[in-house]
């Protein structure tokens, strides 16, 4: 199983950026899908998760700013980010919760990151 995203770079400040995250490999379901970031210098933070239901949360940061979505025909979670400030910067990762069989016990999975700057 592999995870790869893409979508970020480089943003003027309340700019927008979409971020994708697909997997890829043997999968039988996907459980809840999350995107976190790390800003230099700082610890990891969790930004927002969807469950497979489609409830989602966010962290106080972020809300009404960022959606987060996800494709399951296309095993894929997105984060749409408007509105966007220079303290989003940070390295933007997706973690998945899947199963990889019938009766699987659920493993989480990281992928890696991407960068996102918000500058002018």
């Known amino acids: 199983v592999q995870l790869q995203a893409s979508g970020g770079g480089l943003v003027q400040p309340g700019g927008s950026l979409r971020l994708s995250c697909t997997v890829s490999?043997?999968?039988?379901?996907?459980?809840?899908m999350a995107w976190y970031r790390q800003a230099p210098g700082r610890q990891r933070e969790w930004v927002a998760s969807?469950?497979?239901?489609?409830?989602?949360n966010y962290v106080d940061s972020v809300k009404g700013r960022f959606t987060i979505s996800r494709d399951n025909a296309k095993n894929t979670v997105y984060l749409q980010m408007n509105s966007l400030k220079p303290e989003d910067t940070a390295v933007y990762s997706c973690n998945v919760g899947l199963r990889r069989t019938v009766g699987s016990r659920v493993t989480t999975y990281w992928g890696q990151g991407t960068q996102v700057t918000v500058s002018s």
């Open positions: 490999g043997s999968v039988f379901s996907l459980n809840t």
């Open positions: 969807m469950v497979s239901g489609g409830a989602s």
